[in-house]
């Protein structure tokens, strides 16, 4: 923890762009501890709060911008790649959809505060080609109010803040292993609520050699498209026999008369 | 929430629409 100290005061501005431009890539390097720290510092005047805001915007823009571009050069499959690889891949598309269907270019005002919003946000708006202006306005503000409400909060509670790495700086290597075991916890959480919910449901995913047997042989199972809306509009093709049902609504509706023992496969994206 | 309406055969399909569309398999235009 001492080190990130006196690597924020030695690198200052440069250690927060590389930061923040790592986390918004995609790489799991939280960049709020730093910029709350870094916020903390610039209140006792020891860095600048304009400067560190500035490269966190402009690392955070530049980031988001690669990936706006690679969602307009690879549409909703570099979508459906991020997200297979988060913990929750089959909500993953269609909850970031559902933001964009519902609040469109303002999402991106409130993404980085959405745990996996943050990263799928910009492709998303890319795969939908919002002008480039546009997305880099909005990412710009979205950007400015999530750093701005870090280095805010580290420069109110600067107090606080300096007695807690105090504290951990006294516990030295201990303080990393307790860090370190905290985001293990977490991520070993989430996989766990991730297998229970599987287990739950009794389900293996089925493959699509499986489902178009199943059709072959006339099983006939009823087939769910849950596309968002947007997503139907992207790609106006479906599963032979699929029935769409887009919100909760049209799911209730469109299962009405099927007995609760029937199998359902479902499909996004 | 279909678990909520007690559906316990609930199956998502590996890869989606793509993975389907990619194996070469039969789609259906949806009318506008």
Redesign the interface.
């Known amino acids: 923890m001492h080190r990130l100290i006196a690597a924020i005061l030695r690198h200052g501005v440069p250690l927060v762009f590389a930061n923040v431009f790592l986390e918004q890539i995609g790489i799991p390097i939280p960049a709020i501890p730093t910029l709350v720290i870094a916020g903390a510092l610039a209140r006792d005047g020891q860095l600048s709060s304009t400067y560190v805001l500035a490269s966190a915007v402009i690392a955070s823009v530049i980031a988001d911008w690669i990936w706006f571009l690679l969602g307009r050069r690879y549409g909703h499959r570099i979508l459906s790649t991020l997200c297979r690889i988060s913990l929750s891949p089959d909500s993953c598309v269609r909850e970031t959809e559902s933001y964009f269907e519902r609040w469109g270019m303002k999402s991106l005002l409130f993404a980085k505060f959405i745990p996996g919003f943050s990263t799928v946000a910009p492709p998303l708006a890319g795969a939908m080609k919002v002008s480039t202006f546009q997305f880099l306005i909005f990412d710009a503000i979205g950007s400015f109010v999530w750093a701005g409400a870090a280095v805010a909060a580290g420069r109110a509670f600067h107090h606080a803040i300096g007695k807690l790495l105090k504290r951990l700086e006294d516990l030295g290597w201990w303080a990393v292993v307790f860090i370190a075991s905290l985001i293990a916890l977490v991520i070993l959480f989430k996989w766990w609520q991730r297998l229970r919910f599987y287990k739950k449901l009794r389900i293996a995913r089925v493959s699509v050699e499986d489902l178009k047997g199943m059709i072959d042989r006339g099983e006939s199972p009823i087939v769910l498209d849950v596309r968002t809306r947007a997503s139907l509009r992207r790609d106006m093709r479906r599963i032979p026999t699929a029935i769409v049902a887009s919100s909760a609504e049209e799911v209730a509706s469109q299962l009405e008369h099927i007995p609760p023992a029937n199998p359902i496969i479902l499909y996004c994206t | 929430?279909?678990?909520d309406?007690?559906?316990?055969?609930?199956?998502?399909?590996?890869?989606?629409?793509?993975?389907?569309?990619d194996?070469g398999?039969?789609?259906?235009?949806?009318a506008?």
Do not use: F
């Open positions: 929430m279909l678990i309406r007690g559906y316990t055969e609930v199956r998502p399909l590996a890869g989606g629409l793509d993975a389907w569309v194996a398999y039969p789609v259906e235009e949806l506008e």
